[in-house]
């Protein structure tokens, strides 16, 4: 394995690490894009040890930096956010190309890094498959139901509710979330329509639910509820891990998180002679 | 602004190149240069974007200045768990001399943060520094390593963050976010901040946690810092930490050691 520190992109204006297998015999890159606002290593490092472990199977990575995160600055451009995220992952990949050769594109990204993973692999034929983690979905009524329902009945959340001034923030106890920025998910029609595009063009996809998301998604069978038939694809493919965070801050969980993505990869992309 | 950045440059160095290092060169170089030693963990991700915005101001100000990963942490090489404290004080003599060697020569200053501070202090005279500048540098190592235990162990029954808590997991080799080792550990409780030998400057926060209350033995040359990183919060943990009054306070007392 090595790895190299680059900045690259139309501007410059990206930073980036590729890691390289000792032996390149695949066509198939894998782009990490920013989770939220943390910068290229990921979550708890999660980008650093699975570019690692990918390059240990045999396949080139590079983890890096959009447009005004991290160690990136801005390109200059007078573009809308959107497009800004396409233009970087296309630069991520030439880049890629001119240092693996790789030609096809697999994305990895959780939570905006997902929605971002979902607009470039829409855009751009050279991706072949993609990994959203706590990506696009919706509350339906199954998940109302799931949700509310065993509150409804729970003697003690009804205690909670009537005594939560006093014990809004006992340890252990949840609390209101505090505002944040966050970007405006496209709508679940358009979302659809994108993925069966997307699913024409035959690309694998993965779509990895955390525990941390239950306000929106919190049970396996939530995934048809969402995507109707397009769920049912062959080449689609979905997996709730209802222990986990969303950011994988247990090192068990993160490993579990890895596994899946090594068989996913080795399944969908397989290597004839590992990298290292 | 733009040329600058664009001449900020991202790169692997030290013995078997396992470092990774970000150099920002200054435009009118004034003779010394700074280099900034991360926190370790978490912390490290939570003060990325802070350092950045550091290494930004200094070099805006004629001040040559290296950001860097140790060993096991952020882009280096090396796994989580294999981060230890003597590799980390070699570490950090390994990126003052590659500072020196790009700066071409000089006097070189560095910024710390929590273990990024007590690293500095600890390396000041091995790595030839010619002044420090501590940010809640860890006063008290068994209490740093009592606070991540802690934390560790709230983290699983923590129902902001999971649906289901998890009381009977063995996390007891890990740290909010990392795996550690147990040397580690045992180097950690025994970590004492000494006399750098050098010039030193310490910044504390408004409400600083116990592993970096401030010691009285440093009285007259402490200054308090109007900010708060709620270092031992769980809730936290994904948070940045971006604080003007810390940047001017870090840059006023990196100057005044030039």
Same mark, same amino acid.
């Given at each position: ?276 | ?113 929590? $273990?990024?501070?007590?690293? &500095?202090? /600890?390396?000041?005279? !091995?790595?030839?520094? +010619?002044?420090?500048? %501590?940010? @809640? ?56 901040? $000494?006399?750098?030998?050098? &010039?030193? /400057?310490?910044?504390? !926060?408004?409400?600083? +946690?116990?592993?970096? %209350?401030? @010691? ?43």
């Amino acid at each position: 394995m090595h790895e190299q520190a680059f900045r690259f992109g139309s501007a410059r204006h990206l930073v980036g690490v590729v890691g390289l297998p000792a032996v390149i015999d695949h066509g198939v890159g894998v782009l990490f894009l920013n989770a939220g606002m943390v910068y290229r290593i990921g979550p708890f490092r999660l980008h650093v040890e699975l570019a690692r472990r990918l390059n240990g199977l045999g396949y080139p990575t590079l983890r890096f930096d959009m447009s005004t995160i991290g160690d990136s600055g801005a390109s200059g451009q007078r573009l809308s956010r959107p497009e800004q995220v396409v233009a970087d992952v296309r630069d991520a990949m030439e880049l890629l190309q001119q240092q693996s050769g790789c030609t096809r594109f697999v994305l990895f990204g959780l939570c905006s890094g997902a929605q971002n993973a979902h607009s470039a692999a829409h855009a751009d034929s050279r991706v072949v498959g993609a990994l959203f983690l706590d990506g696009y979905g919706h509350r339906t009524l199954g998940q109302r139901v799931r949700h509310y329902l065993p509150r409804l009945l729970s003697v003690s959340s009804w205690r909670h509710r009537f005594s939560r001034h006093a014990t809004v923030n006992a340890a252990g106890a949840p609390h209101p979330a505090e505002p944040m920025f966050v970007v405006e998910p496209l709508p679940p029609k358009v979302v659809r329509g994108q993925l069966g595009e997307m699913l024409q063009r035959g690309l694998k996809l993965d779509f990895i639910y955390s525990g941390g998301v239950a306000r929106y998604f919190n049970h396996i069978r939530q995934f048809r509820e969402c995507f109707g038939r397009l769920a049912d694809h062959p080449n689609m493919s979905a997996s709730h891990f209802k222990e986990t965070d969303h950011t994988y801050v247990l090192s068990g969980d993160r490993q579990r998180l890895l596994d899946h993505v090594e068989q996913w990869m080795q399944r969908h992309f397989p290597v004839t002679r590992p990298g290292m | 602004m733009k040329a600058r950045i664009e001449a900020e440059l991202p790169f692997y160095f030290g013995p078997g190149r396992e470092l990774f290092g970000f150099y920002h060169p200054a435009a009118a170089v004034k003779g010394s240069a700074v280099l900034l030693c991360p926190p370790f963990g978490v912390e490290q991700v939570r003060c990325h974007r802070l350092y950045r915005q550091l290494a930004h101001g200094l070099a805006e100000s004629g001040f040559p200045v290296l950001r860097f990963d140790y060993f096991g942490t952020g882009d280096s090489a090396g796994e989580s768990r294999q981060f230890e404290w003597t590799r980390c004080l070699a570490d950090v003599i390994t990126a003052a001399s590659e500072l020196r060697a790009r700066h071409g020569g000089g006097r070189v200053l560095a910024f710390g943060a929590r $273990l990024g501070a007590n690293a &500095a202090l /600890a390396a000041a005279q !091995s790595a030839r520094l +010619d002044g420090v500048v %501590a940010w @809640d540098a860890i006063t008290d190592g068994a209490a740093l390593v009592r606070q991540y235990e802690r934390m560790q162990e709230s983290l699983k029954v923590d129902l902001n963050r999971f649906e289901y808590p998890r009381p009977t997991l063995d996390v007891s080799s890990q740290w909010p976010g990392f795996e550690r080792s147990d040397a580690l550990r045992s180097q950690l409780i025994q970590l004492r901040l $000494l006399d750098p030998g050098v &010039a030193s /400057a310490w910044l504390y !926060s408004s409400t600083p +946690d116990e592993p970096s %209350a401030p @010691d009285e033995h440093r009285a007259g040359r402490q200054v308090r810092v109007e900010v708060e990183p709620r270092w031992d919060d769980v809730d936290s943990l994904e948070l940045a930490i971006l604080s003007h009054p810390l940047l001017d306070a870090a840059k006023r007392h990196l100057k005044e050691m030039a």
